[in-house]
């Protein structure tokens, strides 16, 4: 399918809008922060902790105030729990919500390693001394994770409830009781499911990357020891994800539930595995040709749906908000830290121009969370998306238009 690229004025006009609309509304002082941090949408009044990355993308973007991306892991260094636990998300406490509570503890949420953000922020800003303070509060984040979510003792995390991923509404839960979350602590575990817990792949692709964060930072801070056990961690990491999750005649990555049984749905979570590095450069490239580059699995017209079209669980489920169809902003605006990184630029810029073209010719949305793989229509979810407006003014910049 040839995708049409839109005008030079209109480009330019819905990129001005984006910016306009991104420094009045979305760089904002918020929860008590020091300073500036980059809010997701008036869908999602606060930030998530997967969400740490818009921060971290826009000051990529706009290096004239690294600062954003110190206050945006400061509303979770600050609120991390004595026994290590991060928050899943902090709501503006602004905004009028149906939010029980304004700090939320009851999922995990991390779909990109917290940790690594953390150095990509004190790299960011040349920060030695706010770097001391990431690695010992994500050790404890660490110590957190192997106390409470590794009852199967196979030495991988593990999935409670589907929030638990951040992938809403997706045929990976449909066997499961606890699609969304059950309690307001994400250690509790959800004994009224036979099925659960799950040992998903990409939670355990993000728990990998941060340990080889950890690593890194271990060495930047003189602590020869710890990077060496850090890295040997990892690595145990990624050797028992392998033994457990991969599927040698599908060469893909599925879901675990307590019995051993893979569940056999193509996600986008896939993407995980790459977004942290996990995949040494020959497995990736082999499922990269055989999933994400084929257009009969993850290669639409407008890239990536969030479980391949060829899976029987994708589906129009609902509107807005569904893991189980849409092409998510989330995806596209990850997919910066890993397809050149694996070498795939070429199809990078693809997908580039495919977003482009959608969210310039179409009146329907303002750069939402969502898109038609296909059509490219957008759904009603997330009015001026954060992920969606982050991948668009960086493709634009990418591509010299």
């Given amino acids: 399918m040839q995708i049409q690229i839109p005008s030079k004025e209109i480009i330019e006009e819905k990129k001005q809008l984006v910016l306009d609309r991104i420094y009045k509304y979305h760089l904002k002082k918020m929860a008590g922060s020091k300073g500036n941090i980059f809010l997701i949408s008036n869908t999602y009044p606060g930030v998530w902790l997967e969400h740490v990355y818009d921060a971290v993308s826009w000051v990529n973007y706009d290096k004239s105030d690294p600062s954003i991306s110190v206050n945006q892991i400061k509303l979770f260094l600050n609120r991390q729990k004595p026994d290590g636990q991060f928050p899943c998300y902090v709501i503006d406490p602004d905004k009028k919500t149906g939010f029980k509570n304004l700090v939320g503890y009851s999922q ?28 010992e ?3 404890k984040w660490d110590k957190w994770l192997t106390e409470n979510r590794m009852t ?46 799950f040992i998903t792949p990409d939670m355990n692709a993000v728990f990998y990357g941060s340990r080889n964060a950890l690593s890194v930072m271990a060495g930047k801070l003189g602590l020869e020891n710890e990077a060496h056990e850090w890295k040997r961690a ?54 990269f040709k055989r999933y994400l580059n084929n257009p009969n699995e993850f290669d639409t017209p407008y890239p990536y749906p969030a479980v ?3 899976d029987p669980s994708w589906k129009q ?22 397809m050149d990184k694996y070498g795939f630029s070429e199809q990078l810029e693809k997908n580039m121009k495919a977003w482009i073209s959608a969210w310039c010719l179409t009146d329907k949305i303002n750069f939402g969370q969502e898109l038609h793989p296909i059509t490219a229509q957008p759904s009603t979810c997330g009015n001026w998306y954060s992920s969606t407006m982050l991948f668009f003014i960086h493709s634009l910049k990418r591509l010299g238009l």
């Avoid at 489920?317 to 890993?338: D, H």
């Fill in 234 to 287: 990892a690595h145990d990491v990624k050797k028992r994800l392998i033994e457990t999750c991969y599927d040698e005649f599908d060469e893909f990555f599925y879901d675990v539930d307590s019995h051993g049984n893979k569940i056999k749905c193509k996600s986008i979570s896939i993407t995980n595995l790459f977004c942290e590095s996990l995949l040494d450069m020959d497995m990736a490239k082999r499922i």
């Fill in 317 to 338: 489920n609902l509107p807005g908000n569904s893991w189980g169809f849409y092409s998510q902003g989330l995806t596209s605006l990850r997919s910066l830290r890993w």
């Fill in 308 to 310: 391949s079209i060829s």
């Fill in 152 to 197: 199967l003792k196979t030495g991988l995390i593990e999935m409670f409830c589907g929030f638990d991923t951040g992938h809403d509404n997706s045929g990976r839960f449909e066997t499961i009781k606890h699609k969304n979350n059950f309690s307001d602590d994400a250690k509790d575990y959800p004994h009224d499911d036979n099925l659960l817990p």
């Fill in 137 to 139: 509060k994500c050790v």
């Fill in 108 to 135: 995990i949420q991390e779909c990109v390693s917290f940790a690594r953000l953390c150095l990509e922020t004190c790299i960011q800003n040349n920060d030695t001394d706010l770097l001391k303070e990431c690695y």
